[in-house]
Every structure is written in C-alpha cells, then in structure tokens.
C-alpha cells in the first residue's frame, strides 16, 4: 500500500503574500493572492505583484530579491513552492500558470515575468535535467531549454545575504539562512511599519520556537495569526526594556511631542531648582 505523502495545512503563500503585501504596497506595487489564472478555474497557490509605475523605483528595488529586481516587466507571477521540491510537477505547473494567465487577461511575455521561488535548495540532477544554470546571482537559475527559458528559478536558501533579499529568504528552508535573513532585517528599520514589524516578529516566533516549530505540517497557520503572534512577542519584549533602550529609536522631536507645553516647561524648571551637586 502507497504511503499518502503528509501534506502542509498550511496556505504558506499567503503568509509571503501577506510580508510581500505589507512590505511594498507602501511603494506602489499593488500584491494579490488567491486569484483566478484563468476565467472558469480554481484559485491556484501563486502570487501576483503588479507595479504602478513604468519601471521599478530605488524604494522598490530596496525591497525586491535578485531574481525580481532586475525583470522590466510590469507583472510578476510567483509559484511559490514552501514544503514541496522542485520536480518536473513544479514546471508543469508554473508553465500552465504562465500560459494561461498571460492568455486570459490578453498579456505578453514583455508584461509578464512568471518566477518559480523555492523554499528547499534544488537538486543538481534536477538542475542539469531541466537546463538550469545560475546566473551572476546567487541562487538565480535560468534555463537553457526553450520551454522554460523565460521562467528564472529562485532557491531562497542561496540567495546572497543583501537587505533586498532578507524579506523573501525569511522563507528559505535552512534555519541558518533564516536566522541570516532576520538579522539583516534588523539593520532595515527604515523601511519597516509596525504592521511589518508585528508580521516578522510573528514569523520569527513561529519558526524558532521548539514547540511550535516541531511540526509544521500538521499546524495551520493563517496571516491573521502571525500578526496577533507579532503583537504578542512584541508586547512582551517591550515591557522589559528600559526607557535608555527604546529612546534611541525615537527622533526627540517625536518624543517631545508626547507631552502637553505646560508638562514640558513644568519639568524644566523642576530640575532647575534642584540644587547643584558638588
């Protein structure tokens, strides 16, 4: 008798879709999930970013991973593959999702980029077998074979460790490379919202807490329960700081502005007429 192969609860690309959703909506890129490919299907499990303007910005560079950031096309399609390996399945699968969206809503191969973004690292037979040769980016694979020279390949567990990357290799299967991921993410506070902010933390709990973290297939995770996981942790770390640990974060201006004129010159000539020390 077969052995069914255990399948994930979780819908893992709409919790990148959501981090990818939260992350460039503030720059103009419009991202969906859950959508028709088609007229009549299924929704499929792929992501769809779509760019305002003509070409990318600097902000939106900042956040886009190699592989993304350096497509001119105005859409990007992402099959997103988080539990499952890369496998001649996957391909027939990406091909159809880039077939048939491109024929439905009337685009070309010029408006559309399709992307194959990979969790696990894929294996070297899989590689040679289907054409695909890494590119001058880490973990960016193109192909040789006609069917497939259009649709990169993206192994989030090579991708090279660039703030533009960290977002999207928060994802990638290998701890260690998570743990690179969300470290530089701590040097990007310019770019983060508390809604961003409250998501990672969550993502961050997720994964690297033994007891949760010990079966993810058989734990549904929803968007909703990242965030809430996010608040959470955030909540908690906060409250055990110390006040010389959060001000650094706060231009004194935002500070100040905390407090009514009369409690600000109230507390000045307070410590005025404390007495000097020796």
Known sequence: MKNTPKTSKTRW???????????????????QFDF??????????????????QKWTAEQLSRLPDGIRDSTARQILIEFKYTESINEVAFRQTLGYDTFYKRA????????QTVLMSAKTPCSETLTKFGYEQTVHDGVYRSQNPLLKTIPLISLNELSNEPHNAFVKCFASRKKEKQKAFQLLKEARSL?????EWFL???WKYWFSKKLGEDEMAVEL????????????????LSTLKVEDVLP??????????FQLDEIEKYVNHEKMKPKSD
Do not use: C
């Open 13 to 31: 690309h709409r919790l990148l879709g959501t981090l990818l959703r939260t992350l460039l909506s503030p720059v103009g890129i419009l991202v």
């Open 36 to 53: 028709k490919v088609m007229t009549e299907p299924p929704e499929a499990d792929i992501l769809l970013l779509r760019r305002e303007g």
């Open 105 to 112: 809503n009337e685009l070309s191969d010029v408006e559309v």
């Open 192 to 196: 983060m919202t508390h809604q961003l």
């Open 201 to 203: 933390s969550g993502l």
């Open 222 to 237: 929803t968007p909703d329960e990242v965030f809430e996981m996010g608040k959470m942790w955030g909540s908690t770390y």
């Open 249 to 258: 974060y706060f231009k004194l201006q935002d500070i100040l502005a905390q």
